[in-house]
C-alpha cells in the first residue's frame, strides 16, 4: 500500500507542475541553450498534430505552420491517410497518400 501511495503522491506532483508551467508558459519560453539571445529562445516553425476529420491547415501572426492531419478513420475502404516529412532548410514538405493532402510549409527568413 506503502508503494501505490507514493506512485500516485508522484504523478500528482508530476501533474501539478505541469499545469503549473503550461499555465504560466515557462515550458514555451525555455531557450535551448542558457546563452541563447532572447530572439532565438523560440524555434517552433511548425506544428503537426491530429487528428481531425477533415484535415487543416494555417499560418498564425507569428509565422508558425500548423497542420492537422487527416483521420484515417475517415477513409473509404481500400484508401487510407498518411504521410512523410521531408525537411529542408527553408521548409518541411508533407507528402500525403490517398485523403491526407500535401502540404509545402515554406518558412519566413
Known sequence: MAIRHMIWKKLGDWIRIFFFLSHS????RTPLTPSAP????????????????????????????????EAALECPPGSNAFGYVDVY?????????????????????
Open 38 to 69: 532572447p530572439n532565438l529562445s523560440l524555434c517552433v516553425k511548425a506544428c503537426l498534430s491530429g487528428h481531425d476529420h477533415k484535415g487543416g491547415y494555417s499560418v498564425d501572426s507569428h509565422g508558425i505552420h500548423h497542420r492537422v492531419l
Open 25 to 28: 508558459q515557462l515550458a514555451t
Open 89 to 109: 532548410h527553408d521548409r518541411l514538405s508533407l507528402v500525403g497518400t490517398d485523403r491526407m493532402v500535401s502540404t509545402e510549409m515554406v518558412f519566413e527568413p
